[in-house]
């Protein structure tokens, strides 16, 4: 049966040294809605424990997905057993999709890790599901096909705003804004029409969720692709 990889951050701080790590609920909420259906593994470009942000704990402490995701037995084992991320510990012919959780981190050191990039090249390559939310994209900005055009060229794509990161007061966190890389490398970028509003598109096997409130929306469209 083919299996789904979900790759986390190793980051725990921004470049101003804010706590960071990835981000609860975009986690658990396609999680839960994957994992029904399809075997899932974990990974991460340091392996074992990537670290959560402390932020999205307290965030959604009222969210009773992500609560159970916290203290989830088969949860906490594929965290502390996650898959050091590159080629020679991950067969893809194994997987139908790829997805990349959010939070700051993955503009810190998936958007620019050597292996990720080429763990990621090989899902697209594939023409398997590449997908990600929120600060996930920035994973994939290396990402290119055969042809050497970026992943996000000619396709409709969504992130993280710039105007969602000027909101919390992140822009300096970070290296780049994923809305406007996404735009240098070809990608026409959508977003809900009101701040923090949740919004997923699919672009051919490219699937991409803007924010926190996109998650489940997301988890729902990656089931909906694997199981046509």
């Avoid at 959560?52 to 203290?71: G, Q």
């Avoid at 970070?174 to 923090?196: C, D, M, N, Q």
């Amino acid at each position: 049966m083919s299996r789904v990889l979900f790759v986390f951050t190793s980051v725990s701080k921004t470049l101003t040294g804010y706590p960071t790590g990835w981000y609860l609920p975009e986690a658990a909420h396609p999680y839960y809605l994957l994992a029904p259906h399809f075997p899932i593994d974990f990974a991460a470009p340091n392996g074992p424990n990537p670290p959560i942000a402390p932020s999205s704990v307290k965030n959604f402490k009222d969210d009773e997905e992500c609560m159970k995701f916290l203290t989830d037995p088969t949860v906490q084992s594929l965290l502390a057993n996650a898959i050091v991320l590159n080629l020679e510990n991950i067969n893809v012919k194994d997987y139908a999709a790829i997805f990349y959780v959010g939070g700051h981190g993955p503009v810190l050191d998936l958007a620019t890790d050597a292996s990720n990039i080429a763990v990621a090249n090989e899902f697209y390559r594939s023409e398997k599901i590449v997908s990600a939310v929120c600060h996930g994209p920035a994973a994939l900005v290396g990402v290119t096909g055969p042809d050497g055009k970026s992943i996000f060229d000619g396709k409709v794509v969504t992130a993280y705003s710039n105007a969602e990161e000027e909101k919390i007061g992140r822009i300096k966190d970070v290296p780049f804004l994923l809305e406007e890389r996404i735009i240098s490398l070809g990608g026409t970028f959508e977003k809900a029409p009101e701040l923090y509003g949740a919004k997923v598109v699919r672009s051919g096997t490219l699937i991409t969720g803007q924010n926190p409130a996109s998650s489940r929306l997301i988890g729902e469209e990656i089931l909906k692709a694997l199981q046509v």
